[in-house]
Structures are given as C-alpha cells and as structure tokens.
C-alpha cells in the first residue's frame, strides 16, 4: 500500500504499514520513518489526465432502463479536480445538485497506447494500484447541457483515496479487483452497495479501450464507474467511498460564495491542514440545496 504526503514544504510517496510511513528515497532523501496521524494525506497519484467510464455496471444500467453499451463510454476530468482523504468537495454556486459516485480507481504505471486486453492482462506493471474514487457531479449542468466536462470538472470534484493498493497487495489477500464489495455512505448511512463482479467492461477490456485512444502515461487514473444508488449531497454532509480491500475515502461537503483573492479555511473540527482554494465556503447552515427529482444520472 502507498500514498503520498506533505510534512511541511516537503510532498513525498512512500509505503504505509501498521499506522507507519515510510518515504520513498526517489522523492525524500531521508531515512526517517513518520507517524501516519503526523502527516497531511494527499491524493495518491498526479495523474496528467483522469479518465472516466460513464456507464459500466450491469445492475446501474439496468436501474435506468438502459441497454448495455457495446463499447465504452468514457469522457475526462482534468488534474485540478483531484483532492485527498479529507479534503472538502466545494459545491459551485451554479448547481442546485450535487452527486455522489462511488467508482473503483486505476492508477496507471507505466506509459502505454494502443494495447489489447490480453498485452494489459500479461503485463504485471501496467497496474501501479487501486485507489477509492468519487465522481462528484454537477447533476442539473449535465442533464442541462449534454456535454459533461463542467458538470464533472469543477474543482475537488474528483476525489481519490486515502491510499493505492498495488495488484500484488489484493493478491496477498487473495482478493480479485472484479470482484470487490463497493459502497458509498452519506452521513453513516449506506447508499450504493454493489460489487465491482457487476462490471460491463473488464479492467483490462477498458484500458485498452482508453490507449487506443490516448495514450495513457504513468500516474493517470481510471474511474472504472458507479454502481447503481447514487444521489444527491449538501452542504453538511460526509460523504465516504468504501471499497474492500482498497480503504475507505471520507470527504466533507462545504458551500462557497465566490470572492476576490485565495482564502484560507478549515472545515469544522477538522485534523487536516488548511487547504487554499478560490472559494470560500460558509458554514454548512447558512445554505442547504433542495433536493431536486426525476433526473436520471449515469
């Protein structure tokens, strides 16, 4: 399992083992070993682009009443979305509906283009890990304007963590990355609970898909796609993405009126450092979306 970290001006991956870090010497050159609670977690990769499958589940298909897709359907969310365990999912002024979607995320591990499901599948280093994923989405925008990237491109709208397992670690623990228990919670409260067994396209079928048509580089992330169940959060809420196996992704969901300038904030009660945005959010009380019916989501 692996992550990456800041501890102060320094941002280094390293392997987490019982609570315990310790730094990779390719970005800290340091022999020291940290205390896990020490350390702000941040996202676990820098991917140059994050790749998403927007219908890849039997079952959420069928809750839709929708055919299963020949072929994937896939569409991009760009770096600047991408925050960590922890950090706050801003909901942007413009929406009166945001959603939850809990994904199993593909970390890329090395540069490849144009390969079949079976060079992927015999590749052993292609796959650098599986991470927790939530694609966070601006419901109303995208039913509104057919093309997805704003309503799925915001800021802190890809989150992804904590950590990376690598195929190996599933392995040791005699679990098979097609066939995971997956859930999403909204304050404690279950609201998808389905399995990665579910999937339309197999891990290596959608990767091979995606580098016949771009190249995918070292670091990138794969959303695999959403079971059924997903809806609706609001200011207030904690929003987590469970995934066995893999950890358990906890995001806080703030409100933000726009303001000149970089503020700082911390939400409420908080153990992770301040983060610095365009925004900022107000407290979770002062404005709190209505629900808004009969939008079907992908």
Sequence with gaps: MFGYFRDGDRRFRGEICDGIVIPDPEYIDVDDEYDLSALQILPPSVPTKIVCAGLNYIDHAAELGMELPTEPLIFLKPPSALIGHGDAIVCPPESSRVDYEAELGIIIGKRI????????????????????????????????????????????????????????????????????????????????????????????????????????????????????????????????????????????????????????????????????FRNFPLHPTDKITKPITGIKEI
């Design 113 to 276: 283009h144009g390969l079949t499901p079976e060079e992927i599948e015999n590749d052993e280093d292609i796959i650098e890990g599986f991470t927790c994923f939530n694609d966070v989405t601006a419901r109303d925008i995208q039913k509104r304007e057919g093309q997805w990237t704003r309503a799925k491109g915001y800021d802190t709208f890809a989150p992804a963590g904590p950590f990376a397992v690598t195929p190996a670690d599933l392995d040791d623990a005699h679990l098979d990355p097609e066939n995971l228990r997956i859930r999403s919670f909204v304050n404690n409260e279950v609201r998808q609970d389905s399995s990665t067994s579910g999937f339309i396209f197999s891990i290596p079928e959608l990767i091979s898909a995606i580098s016949k048509i771009m190249t995918l580089e070292k670091g990138d992330i794969i959303a695999t796609g959403t079971p059924p169940g997903i809806g609706q959060i609001v200011p207030g809420d904690v929003v987590d993405i469970d995934i066995r196996g893999i950890g358990r992704l906890s995001s806080r969901v703030v409100w933000t009126i726009l303001l000149t300038g970089i503020l700082l904030f911390r939400f409420p009660d908080s153990a992770f450092p301040v983060r610095r």
